[in-house]
């Protein structure tokens, strides 16, 4: 199965710049689709990104204008740029990559997380 591992979260004041990043034990490039997502306390988990095999992205409402999404196939590895950090945005980001296997089945894997904290 696919192993994932996040990096790169930590402390940043609002206002500020954090890039994760999300390296993959497999080549990416055969996974359907790799997104970020996040949660904080109290609150329900929420897609925040997500970029398919073909390049295609998707951003919450929220973040648009303001986050990234990229993948590197060559380094096996997702980005998330985030520009410009709100406190509320504080949550343990996760990465996930989704892989089609069928027209009607789909295989996740999820990354343990990391922890991103805006201060105020």
């Known amino acids: 199965q696919v192993q994932l591992v996040e990096s790169g979260g930590g402390l940043v004041q609002a206002g500020g710049t954090l890039r994760l990043s999300c390296a993959a034990s497999?080549?990416?490039?055969?996974?359907?689709?790799m997104s970020w997502h996040r949660q904080a306390p109290g609150k329900q988990r929420e897609l925040v990104a997500s970029?398919?095999?073909?390049?295609?992205?998707n951003y919450a409402d929220s973040v648009k204008g303001r986050f990234t999404i990229s993948r590197d196939d060559a380094k096996n590895t997702v980005y998330l740029q985030m520009n410009n950090l709100k406190p509320e945005e504080t949550a343990v980001y996760s990465c996930?990559?989704?892989?089609?296997?069928?027209?009607?089945?789909?295989?996740?894997?999820w990354g343990q997380g990391t922890q991103v904290t805006v201060s105020s």
């Open positions: 996930k990559a989704a892989a089609l296997r069928s027209r009607t089945s789909v295989d996740s894997y």
């Open positions: 970029i398919t095999k073909g390049g295609n992205t």
């Open positions: 497999e080549s990416i490039s055969k996974i359907t689709v």
